[in-house]
């Protein structure tokens, strides 16, 4: 079977998503990238009788390469961050706190630091139909250089060096959505954090923990949103997160 072991992941990443409650059904679609290969979801399988087998293999372009079923609808916004950044895998969800908070903003508010284990600012992409082409611009566009984005009304991306990271950066992202609607919904103006502050939450993950406490991975996001990049020199990572403010 070609790509075995990334499409094992994938259906561990889709069983655990459902386990998770970051997907319901066959909402959400995950893939993984080798080579010049993408292993992706297929389209509308309860992911309980996904197996390996029936995970799809396409070429970039898209050509099924060793796929039994229909790929997933939404696989030009998986092939778009694959041709456009140098991530190797995608999650794709409906979490609710995501879902939701992509109707009433347009940026995840700066409520707490974990933002900076997404590249620092998580825009949200305008509505588009779901598995349109105009769906994948603007979830590049919206992705920018970071790992992570909403798209609006619909959902969550995130992105990663594997299926791991990518997945990890779901659950944040699922987390920093539900705080900031409940801030939302507190009616009083936010403290938020200051592009200043996240440049240092950034800079104060580098070389934090061992994947215990709080359960964060070693190292940090990278400036250029490719994934964690544990061994970044400080002055130089605080130079590119600067970079990124001016972005802002
Ligand atoms: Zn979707």
Known sequence: MLLADARRQVVKTCRRAVE?????????????????????TPSGLDYG????????????????VEAPLKPT??????????????AKAVVHTHSIAAAALSVVVDEVPAVHYYLALLGGRVLVAPYRPFGS??????????????????????????????LTQAYQRAGYLEWVCEVALKVVGAGREPRLLTDQQMTEATRNF??????????????????DGSGLTP????QEHAGRQAEHGRDA
């Open 20 to 40: 998770d409650r970051l997907v319901i059904g066959t909402a959400g679609n995950v893939s993984v990238r080798v080579g010049d290969l993408v292993a992706v």
């Open 49 to 64: 009788d996904l197996t390996p087998e029936l995970v799809g293999v396409h070429e970039l372009d898209g050509t099924a």
């Open 73 to 86: 609808s939404e696989l030009p916004m998986h092939l778009a961050v694959y041709t456009q950044t140098d």
């Open 133 to 162: 082409s105009e769906l994948a611009i603007a979830l590049i566009d919206a992705l920018g250089d970071r790992s992570a984005c909403l798209l609006g009304n619909h959902g969550a991306v995130t992105t990663g060096d594997d």
């Open 206 to 223: 580098i070389g934090y923990g061992q994947s215990a406490g709080d359960g964060l991975q070693l190292g940090v996001v990278g400036g």
């Open 231 to 234: 061994l970044l020199e400080p």
